[in-house]
């Protein structure tokens, strides 16, 4: 019996068995009765490719979404500012891998899936994650390339992709601006990324996480186990507000007061400035843990100040309040969570947060803001926590939860020009923390909490920060 004279499941049950999209449109050319039987919109060949290929069932003309969204692939872009067509085309089916996909954890810590693949498969063969920032015309860059670069931070930081470099020293003065000039998050209660920004700071750690003849963090971070470096999302992403996950291992880097004040005055690589990273192994790390409800928060006022306000700029000729944010109105609060964490630079340290829910940008979900306070225990004081050492981050969680990018500033301290003394910094989860950062015993039994009778909660008032 010869293939037409199959019934139609029989032949669309063979059809699945073929490996590559090729042989699938040979065998439809072979006469009319297969050609009927391959191509019905509605036939199963085309579910069951799309669910083997993407890992999802597709839409009801699942066969034209099928082969549209594998000739956009395969066809692929060079993306310079995300405006002519075939660029768009890549960044729209881009989007919807993302939010379909729904990646799996290995027994190794790190992360596959079906649309995960997919998008690794892209990026290895176009320019999507090497050559960022480079305008071609004076028409602005559509946010969605910006969404979807940043979303995948995780591959650009990936050292086995060995992607090229673009643009450096204009990330660099980016991370180094003042929130005034940057702000991470625009909008009313802080609800829009600014997605430019994110990405500088996601092309300004690929420069010193991947590239080793920087000199700086790439051979420590080219040491990690593959599951503790950047990894992939598990499951699918969601816009509801969930608490961070409970270990991460990140960075900081910073300039001397005058070279931030030269960068930031200075045109783009105009001037060579050597961002410092003074840990012994080049990352710090973190752990977390949700805070109890019924436990009082330090430093609610500072939070509540700065959770729908942005930092203002503090005026040359008057003298800063000493606050994080002291003359700042406030509005009603947006919904958030509550942590409390430690963690070793080069020395232990405590923190304790807020993570606040934001809408999808660019149709994507899943974003976070954070806000953080880092501070350090000191036993010999009544308050127990060190006033003279007090560090804000403010920074977001892309979706999926497993990197977090952002801005650390010391708020009572000012650059030579006047303005706030800031820098970047990036964490990242990883299946568990290192051994030597285990609770030690320096918290003096008060297992991980500076205790509450010597907290006063609000310390709008408190003193100076520093190192």
Known sequence: ???DKLPVELVQQIALQLENDSDLANLAHVCAALHAAINAGRSGIWRGLFLRVFGCRGLDDVRHQYQTRREVLRNGAHFKQGNDNREYDCLKVLRELIIESCGVEKEDGTVEGLSHAQMLKFVRSTNLLS???????KASTRPLLYAVQVVLSHLSLDIDLHLRMSNFPNSQKAVYATPLAAPIFKGRNKQTVNLEWLLHMTN?????????EEHTLAPNFADLAPCDRPKGWKGSLSSELTMIGKH???????????????????FPGEEIFSDIFDYEDGFQTLTTTPTPQSQKEIFSAEFDTLGTQPTPAPSPTKKRPSSLCANCSRTAAPPYLRFQGHGVDRVQFLTEGRIYPLPPQQGIPGWRRVLMIKYFYDAE???AIDPTSLWAYEGCILPGGEIMLGRWWYPESETDDGQLYCGPFIFWNVPKGDPEEEWYEWMDGTDGEVPNEHVEADTGDGGKMGH
């Open 131 to 137: 050559d960022f920032f480079v305008p071609t015309s």
């Open 248 to 266: 991460w291992k990140g960075s900081y880097a910073y300039l001397s007061d005058e070279e931030v004040c030269q960068l930031r005055t200075s």
């Open 381 to 383: 004081i009544e308050s």
């Open 1 to 3: 019996m010869t293939l």
């Open 204 to 212: 300004f750690w690929k420069n010193h996480l991947t590239v080793r």
